[in-house]
């Protein structure tokens, strides 16, 4: 499987932005989709997950209530809406697939497929 991410940009402290990532090859039921961010010096950290045949999602706190993760199956794709971005949301933006436990959704390690990172720019 294959991952093109795409949508990233600068924006002002407030507004919104929809990151996509497009999946090419076989995805599997039981495949989670998730999204990552990294910021300058600091560590790749997890943003949010669907599971690719049920829908559930997870998020981490830092962006609960303010973030959406979907997936739309018959474009293979996943989007992550992204509403009253903060400074603090500036990273490089990197989608993730694999066969996940879901409860190991918000660990990188079982994550085999990544696509290029996305660069978001929340300006002040």
């Known amino acids: 499987v294959q991952l093109q991410a795409s949508g990233g940009g600068l924006v002002q402290a407030g507004g919104s932005l929809r990151l996509s990532c497009a999946a090419s090859?076989?995805?599997?039921?039981?495949?989670?989709m998730a999204w990552f961010r990294q910021a300058p010096g600091k560590e790749r950290e997890f943003v949010a997950a669907?599971?690719?045949?049920?829908?559930?999602?997870a998020y981490a706190d830092s962006v609960k209530g303010r973030f959406t993760i979907s997936r739309e199956k018959d474009k293979n794709t996943v989007y992550l809406q992204m509403n009253s971005l903060k400074p603090e949301d500036t990273a490089v933006y990197y989608c993730?697939?694999?066969?996940?436990?879901?409860?190991?959704?918000?660990?990188?390690?079982?994550?085999?497929?990544w696509g290029q990172g996305t660069l978001v720019t929340v300006s002040s």
């Open positions: 669907i599971r690719w045949s049920g829908g559930n999602t």
């Open positions: 090859g076989r995805t599997f039921s039981n495949y989670v």
């Open positions: 993730a697939g694999g066969l996940v436990i879901w409860g190991l959704v918000r660990s990188s390690n079982g994550y085999g497929n």
